[in-house]
Each structure stands twice: as C-alpha cells, then as structure tokens.
C-alpha cells in the first residue's frame, strides 16, 4: 500500500479528514503527519489518534523524517512553510497541494488564509473555490489536478465564505489524494 505523509502547520481539519478517509477506505496508508509548528493542533490530534505526528525544526530533519517514513506521497495540507526545492524535486508528481481559491486567481505570496477571501471579497467576486495542484518550484503554479467552485452571494462574509470552501476542501481532498496514489492522473 502507498504510504502518505501530511504536511500542516495549524488546525488540521483538511489532515483530519484525509485520515479518516484512508482509514476507512484502507486504499492508502497515512503514515504520519508533520508539523513545523510545535503547537499545531494538528499535532495533538493524530497524537490522540496513535497516528505517528512529528514536530521538525528544520528542512534538514523534515528530509530525514520522510525518507526514515519512506513514503511515497507528500500532501500539503495548510502548511505555511516553503518547501526546498531539492525535496520538490524528490517528490516530483508526488507532492500535491490544496489552495482556497480558483487559481490563478488569489495565489502567490501573501495569499492564504482568510487574505484569500478578504481579496475575494474585496473584490466584488462572484464566486470562488478551491484547487488541488502538484507541487512545483513556482509557488502555486503546479499542474492543476481538480478545481470546485462556489457561488459567492450578495450577504456573505469572509467567514460564510471561509466555511463554505472548507466544507468543498474537505468533500474532495481526500479523493483527489486517492485517485492520485492510484495514478489516475
Ligand atoms: C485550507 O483552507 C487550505 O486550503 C489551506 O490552508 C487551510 C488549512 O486548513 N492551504 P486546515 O488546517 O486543514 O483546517
């Protein structure tokens, strides 16, 4: 079975869900989640779930991590670091990233979080969504594997907007994760 490391600076519900999903379907293993930030709660909550979560402190050791875990797949799931690039390369086709918007609009520098919806908001789109892409050396500009969209209304707020995307990442990560490791793309 392919084995899959998480990579999650923060909440982790996108790195939840993904291991709900692989844990039920049995179709890929999630060996373990990796976490630059001590405190992530990410961390704590594959901890409570006796899924290996390794906290790193440098691009050094995360290299080391991943090889000693000898996965086959990297999933950014709200990680908040730069990748180096030697790993980009290591893991080329098999490193795969979600963002909360339709790219290439809202990507780049600066843009995650909820600056990604204030931008949307602020300018008057009508809809946005999400995109699941490969990872390569230009943030943000690796091949697209699946987009979604969601229609933005007259009333909403950046948090209706926030809820909204998060509900559409976590229908359809964990699937794209999928059809990726079974090389259906
Ligand atoms: C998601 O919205 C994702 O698009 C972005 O970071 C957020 C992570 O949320 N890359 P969570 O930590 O999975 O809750």
Known sequence: MKKIAILASGNGSNAVQILAYFLEKNTAQVAAVLSNKKEAPVLQKFEEKRIPAIHFTSNTQLSS????????????????????????????????????????????????????????????????GITIHLVNEEFDKGRKLFQASVQIGDAESTETIAQRIQKLEHTHYPRIIEKLVNNEF
């Open 65 to 128: 991590e991943l090889e000693n875990l000898q996965v086959d797949y990297v999933v950014l799931a709200g990680y908040l670091k730069l990748i180096p690039v030697d790993l980009i390369q290591q893991y080329k086709d098999r490193m795969v990233n979600i963002h909360p918007s339709l790219l290439p609009n809202y990507g780049g520098k600066g843009m995650y979080g909820m600056n990604v919806h204030k931008a949307v908001l602020a300018a008057n789109e009508t809809v946005s």
